[in-house]
């Protein structure tokens, strides 16, 4: 804990819950934002004016014009395991420390990762719009037959923390697994994530019954899954994004969707969210959620956390856990 002379100045720029303002003020002055608005670029920047770091979310946008406005930021620390907001060049070149919050949600992210599995192949959401709508008269043997995940082939594209947690749920339901991924998994690894096979990206497309997405956002992971890849899909095939949008061409998915060369989708992130293109709304065969793939209290307060704890360890002197761009020492004004 610091005195309060000593206590440097932090925005939290998010609303945040109340025991982690309560944690982070032992170490700061803080500026809050509990109503939870949005800062738009330029009130962002007047607000972190003799700031030395700031909390957030993907929301704030961490680039070379916003750190050469703020001098004094020391650290941004985002609550996230995506940091597609920071330029980590920009924050190394200013001498900015970048956190960012991994593995506390890799277990949640993976329950909602197969909730939007199960709910597009059952067609969960689709039925449950029927029945609520007055429709249902009789029971019928046709009624929303969907597709079966026991015994099919689960493909993942993007194998790391979360694509692992996901691939080992799949165990119980006898599924095998196979993967792509920027490089190939060690044996032990592959093994315990239900023995997953690594394949080439168009073998994954071709051979997967179902898909998950799991891949971090960057600019050459933008639209990794377009009109080709979605062509090369079973037609009885379900995707599930609960990655990134723009990892996803959207229009390409509102397509095949609409077109049925895919069965369905469960998409958590969308291109521009939240507002994404209004066409997926038109459709049955999606399942749509608001990004809370994350969203246990649980894990929440955990993401929360692991943020508070990075900025606490840089003010008093430690490296953070989480440090992204180790090259921003070389330049940072803190002695770690
Ligand atoms: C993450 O942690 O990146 C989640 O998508 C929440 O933003």
């Known amino acids: 804990m610091l005195n309060a002379q000593s206590k440097p100045n932090l925005l939290v720029a998010r609303a945040i819950f109340p025991e982690i303002l309560e944690k982070l003020s032992d170490y700061f002055v803080l500026e809050t934002n509990q109503e939870d608005r949005i800062f738009p670029s330029q009130e962002l920047v007047q607000r972190l004016q003799g700031k030395f ?3 957030c979310t993907s929301s704030a946008k961490v680039n070379s014009e916003l750190l050469n406005a703020c001098p004094e930021l020391r650290i941004v620390s985002t609550l996230a395991v995506g940091y597609d907001n920071f330029d980590l060049a920009a924050c190394s070149e200013a001498g900015v420390l970048a956190t960012n919050a991994p593995d506390v949600l890799n277990e949640t992210t993976a329950d909602f990762a197969w909730a939007l599995l199960m709910a597009a192949a059952r ?51 006898g599924m095998k697994v196979i993967y792509h991924n920027r490089s190939r998994l060690g044996p032990e ?10 394949v080439s990206k168009q073998d994954l497309f071709a051979q997967a019954d179902h898909l998950v997405i799991v891949v971090p956002y960057s600019p050459e992971a933008h639209h990794l899954v377009g009109a080709g890849e979605l062509a090369m899909m079973k037609p009885s095939a379900c995707l599930v994004n609960v990655a990134r949008g723009g990892i996803v061409d959207d229009v390409a998915l509102i397509a095949a969707l609409k077109e049925k060369k895919i069965a369905a989708a469960g998409l958590d992130v969308f291109e521009n969210e939240p507002r994404f293109h209004p066409d997926f709304l038109e459709l049955e065969n999606v399942v749509l959620t608001p990004h809370i793939a994350s969203a246990s209290r649980k894990t ?37």
């Open 53 to 55: 770091g700031m909390l």
């Open 123 to 173: 067609r969960v959401t689709e039925s449950e719009h029927w029945l609520r709508a007055g429709k249902w008269e009789k029971w019928s043997i046709d009624c929303f037959l969907g597709a079966d995940l026991h015994g099919s082939t689960l493909g993942i594209l993007g194998m790391g923390r979360i694509g692992q947690a996901v691939a080992r749920r799949s165990i119980g339901f």
């Open 189 to 198: 690894i592959e093994d315990a994530s239900n023995n997953a096979e690594y």
């Open 300 to 336: 929440r307060l955990a993401m929360a956390h692991r943020a508070a704890d990075n900025l606490i360890a840089a003010v008093s002197g430690r490296m953070p856990l989480d440090l992204l761009n180790s090259a921003s020492l070389r330049k940072s004004a803190l002695s770690l």
